[in-house]
């Protein structure tokens, strides 16, 4: 016992005396989630700027623009009659989008015909796309309405409602209601830094032993167990840090219960933990880790289906990304936080995460069982 | 020249020596390549598992049901009794969000008492979310079309007319040169050398340390009589070599295997890429300046790298974040070169559009220039340290 406590104690003040790994352990968990949130803060693309073409000189045409424009999503920096002016401002990115109005718009209107308005967009970034799309659909369905009326007269005030809006509807978001990009993104990305920052923390402890001539793989497991503590110590304050102050901080959704939280992430960080402490044996140095695992963190955050769909992700890769703590961490973690899951509604991943939390132990007592095995026959 | 030679060749022995090297320059790139491009095959995310709860119970719900359900993005899975229980299975994430349809719907829609169809979106999967509210919507413009039409049929109105009285203004849109909104074309297009990159600093900074860590420094400087330049330029170049191969793999995946929009020639885009692996090599040797000690540099390269994906503004457009942001976004190569691939490749700007973002490119090239005495001084007389 004593010597596990002393092993937990060397472990704690090399990473506290170690740039490396106070960078990765430390630095990284408070400041990098305070970066990414400053990145997203805007959360919604308001203004995305559009070139009208119009065509038509009419007060309808006008109305339509003038109602697209007052939209907070779309601003139209110009109107002009010429198509290859509006082009070249897309091509410079000085515009996202082109309404164009054509010169009959008004006339196939007057004479009760279907008018069209066309929308150019610049496709290198679907927030545009999407912020044009839907406001110059917004704005049509609703001088639809007031046409439609006109087309038929002599209604009285409910018929006319009932004949424009026979059936009405109501979108409701359901979680994340101002549909924000940091709401969706930045709770995985808080899930996904604690796993990665523990693969490089360790690593760089386990690269720099190897520097010296000492081998992880043969530790004793009191040691490893000391590690492992040490990194607890340290997790434990940052993972609350990350995941209840940081929400709350930028004001992002933030439903979980105190107890569902705590419960689901003790698998998660003890999975982390131990493939860790699995893969640092790996490690051929010092800087090694970097070079490792670095590159991981995009695909992973891919992988965990939190932005591609995960029930389009092909058998093949789901399997693999399984082998990761941070697929199930991270679909836990956002259902618990951001949609009030309870710890019954997060079964399978809490499931998951001890089954990965038992086999990395095991794999991480394995390969040192084995490193001892072999240091002791060639004695 | 001859002494570029030399070192490149010593640089060689070194990769083939050190696995580690070639195992970073090759494996992350490619396996992100197959990743990514296998992982949006389809383009787009297609029958997203959604719910129906049907409290009407009429044929036109049903109607509705059936009709949803052959949309493009939209599997209903499961019908629920209540919204509840919808919820319920929402927070399983077992589906992406439902459509609610209230009792007697179809009754009231023909009297004109204007019922109300709901429909629920788990937007905490934001792409999931918004493709669903695209279908769900058009149903629901559906229904109330197909209900006003029955209606006007009613009053003789003629069936040539209908269309028009419906909708008197319709929206064409015209997404440019990426028609079918493929998400493969506008993610990957900066997803893969955007990895590259990041290997591409890493390895940079890796490979000018440990020529300092195991005290090799002296030697390579020898070898070139002590000259920084002829020493620097042997070492990297065969890196640089091996990373525009990868550059390249990429560009004939891209446009050439799976045929993404290439409006501006090809040129442009071979250029834009080299140009950007040579870049994020003056940058890693810049950073390996900057910082006293190796580790420092490689945390750096790493945290630059992997904040470059957030920062050059192909997900989240840069025109939506904070000022600071949007100028600090230019000391990132990703950027520049994320500009050119939106200018070039998909808008088919001409060269002289893009031209800023090249030169922007070459600046960093010029980097490392500043600081050759300091690099020089620095592999002479520090010694490793932990």
Known sequence: MKTLFNYCQYELRRILHDEGTLIFMLLV???YPILYTFIYTDEVVRQVPAVAVNLSDSSMGREFLRQVD????????????SMDEAKKMLRAQEAYGIIYLPGDFNK????????????????????????????????????????????????????????????????????????????????????????????LGTGLLAG????????????????????????????????????IVVPHLFHLPQLAHASTLALFMVPYLLACLFLALTMEVFIPNREASMLVFVCTSVPLLFLSGISW??????????????????????????????????????????????????????????????????????? | MRLIVHTARRECQRMIHDPIYLVCILCPAIACYLLFTSLMSDGLPVKLPAGMVDRDGSSMSRNITRALDAYQYTDIVGHYPTAHKAFETMRQGR????????????????????????????????????????????????????VAEAQLSARGTEEWQVKPVLQPIAIDTHPLDNPWLNYSVYLNNTLLPGVLLLTVMLVTVYSIGTEMKYRTAGQWLQQNGGRIIPALAGKLLPQTLLFSLMAMLYVSVLYGYLHFPLNGGLLPMMSASILAVS????????????????????????????????????????????????????????RHYFLIYAG?????????????????????LLLPLLFLKRLKRKLLTYVYME
Request: include cysteine; aromatic fraction near 14%; proline fraction near 6%.
């Open chain 1, 70 to 81: 007052a939209s907070p999503d779309v601003d139209i920096i110009l109107e002009t009659g």
């Open chain 2, 344 to 364: 070039s490749a998909l808008n088919g700007a001409p060269f002289s559009d893009v031209l800023p973002s090249f030169l922007a490119l070459t600046i960093f």
């Open chain 1, 208 to 243: 720099t032993d190897r520097d010296r001539g000492l081998f992880p793989y043969r530790e004793s497991t009191v040691r490893m167990w000391g590690k492992g503590l040490a990194c607890l110590l340290l997790y434990l304050p940052t993972s609350a840090y990350m995941l």
């Open chain 2, 95 to 146: 589906i992406y969000g439902f459509y609610y349809l209230p009792e007697g719907m179809e009754a009231d829609a023909l009297d004109g008492r204007q019922p109300t169809v709901s429909f629920y979106l788990n937007y905490a999967y934001l792409i999931a979310g918004s493709l669903l509210y695209k279908d769900m919507r058009t149903m629901a413009e559906l229904t109330d079309a197909s």
């Open chain 1, 108 to 199: 196939r209107l007057q004479r009760g015909e279907q008018a069209h308005v066309s929308l150019f967009c610049d496709m290198s970034g679907l927030l545009y796309y999407k912020a044009l799309a839907v406001t110059c659909t917004d704005v049509s369905l609703k001088m639809n309405g007031n046409i439609r009326l006109q087309m038929m007269p002599g209604l009285t005030v409910r018929q006319e409602e009932v004949t424009s809006l026979p059936v009405k509807y109501e979108s409701i978001a359901a979680f994340n209601p101002q549909t924000g990009f940091a709401s969706f993104l930045i709770p995985a990305v808080l899930v996904l830094i604690i796993q990665q920052t523990l693969l």
């Open chain 2, 279 to 334: 870049a994020t090599q003056a940058f890693g040797v810049f950073l390996f300046c900057l910082f006293p000690w190796m580790r420092m540099a490689m945390s750096a390269a790493s945290l630059w790298g992997v904040l470059s994906f957030s920062i050059s503004g192909f997900s989240f457009p840069a025109m939506a974040m904070n000022p600071a942001l949007q100028a600090l976004n230019h000391l990132f190569p990703l």
């Open chain 1, 29 to 31: 968990p408070l400041g």
């Open chain 1, 309 to 379: 769909p995960g029930s389009d992700i092909p058998m093949g890769w789901k399997l693999f990304s399984y082998l990761y703590p941070s697929t199930f961490g991270i679909n836990g973690f956002v259902r618990i936080n951001t949609m009030g899951a309870s710890l019954a509604d997060v079964q399978t991943e809490f499931i998951a995460l001890w089954i990965q939390a038992i086999t990395y132990y095991t794999t991480a007592w394995g390969v040192r069982k084995y490193g001892n095995y072999l240091l002791h026959r060639s004695a």
